[in-house]
């Protein structure tokens, strides 16, 4: 008497190819390199989308760096110390009052 599953496996062939033990076994591996391996493809992708970010930050961070190294240039000059200063931090000479004037446009809602 025959296997009933060799029975359905002979009058189907899809169930013939699924049953087939080397499609088994590439199926076991797919599933397992894309899913459970230490070097999975989702792995993969989330280290990819880290580097992405790390390299966006570092391109804003160097130029930031530059602007600085700018900044840095122009204020070896003392009167744009002097300037940076009065502006930035309202600094002043003890012969002179500051007025701070805000408009309505400039606060936060």
Do not use: C, G
């Not at 391996?37 to 792995?43: A, E, G, L």
């Amino acid at each position: 008497m025959k296997n009933p599953l060799k029975k359905l496996t002979e009058k189907n062939p899809v169930l013939k190819f699924l049953s087939n033990k080397y499609f088994l076994v590439l199926v076991f591996f797919v599933v397992w390199m894309l899913f459970l391996d230490n070097y999975s493809y989702i792995d993969h992708r989330f280290l990819n989308k880290e580097i992405d970010e790390l390299e966006t930050n570092k391109e804003y961070y160097q130029n930031e760096i530059n602007k600085d190294k700018k900044n840095i240039k122009t204020l070896k000059n003392p009167h744009q110390i002097e300037k940076y200063a009065r502006e930035k931090y309202y600094m002043k000479k003890d012969s002179e009052d500051i007025y701070i004037i805000e408009y309505e446009t400039d606060t936060i809602k």
